[in-house]
């Protein structure tokens, strides 16, 4: 059965830590692993992930897949309180339309 | 930039009784999803559409029905409402293939049965 792993499921900061968040899949055909941040409201999409070794970056935020480890890493630098939100890890199901979503890892960040 | 919009934002049902969770986007995707998403779990897909016309069976169909009668809607129905079904539902759409195109989210219904 395809499935997602992430961990921690609850991290508490302080403003300016950096911290690291885990993606661990096991999916049958893998063709890539999406990030969402989720605060309030809808998931909002952060990195798409096809190829290994290959950083995504956008500001004070970055993605990784190792798909020989089967996994991918989301770092966030010098957080600040606006990074606090639920973040997503979601790995399409081999050859179908579905995604299948980790359960989020609850970040809180604390000024 | 509407995107994808969800009616309505709230909603209390008793059970047993019956609503229509509407979605709509106008970015002309051909992919539309329909989610839930319980405390401390990720996303379930329900049910998706590929196009007008045709839908399919996510994870956690019970107890839903669509119909994808044009682009832009992909109404979510509950028949009889159980309390089991008390979730925030989400809908998503994405145009062309996954590989490529993420799926953009709908603000979310969130939806209680008593």
């Known amino acids: 059965e395809d499935k997602v792993v992430q961990s921690p499921l609850s991290l508490v900061v302080h403003e300016g830590d950096t911290v690291t968040l885990n993606c661990s899949y096991e999916?049958?055909?893998?063709?890539?692993l999406l990030w969402y941040k989720q605060e309030k409201k809808a998931p909002t999409f952060l990195f798409m992930l096809?190829?290994?070794?290959i950083e995504k970056k956008s500001g004070r935020l970055s993605s990784i897949l190792d798909k020989k480890e089967l996994f991918s890493i989301l770092n966030i630098t010098a957080t600040q309180t606006g990074d606090s939100a639920i973040y997503l890890c979601?790995?399409?199901?081999?050859?179908?339309?579905?995604?299948?979503f980790g359960k989020g890892t609850k970040l809180t960040v604390n000024p | 930039n509407a995107g994808v919009t969800q009616t309505p934002k709230f909603r209390i049902l008793k059970i047993g009784q019956s609503m229509t969770l509407q979605c709509a986007q106008d970015?002309?995707?051909?992919?539309m999803y329909w989610y839930r998403q319980d405390p401390g779990m990720g996303l379930k897909l329900i049910y998706y559409?590929?196009?007008?016309?045709?839908?399919d069976k996510g994870e956690v169909p019970n107890g839903y029905n669509v119909s994808r009668s044009t682009t832009e809607d992909f109404p979510l129905r509950l028949e009889l409402a159980a309390p089991s079904q008390t979730s925030v539902y989400f809908c998503?759409?994405?145009?062309?293939?996954?590989?490529?195109?993420?799926?953009?989210f709908g603000d979310g219904t969130r939806l209680s049965i008593l």
């Open positions: 998503a759409s994405r145009e062309g293939d996954v590989l490529n195109q993420p799926q953009h």
């Open positions: 999916v049958t055909n893998f063709r890539s």
């Open positions: 096809t190829s290994s070794g």
């Open positions: 979601a790995v399409p199901q081999g050859g179908s339309e579905k995604l299948v």
């Open positions: 970015m002309n995707h051909n992919y």
């Open positions: 559409s590929v196009g007008a016309g045709i839908t």
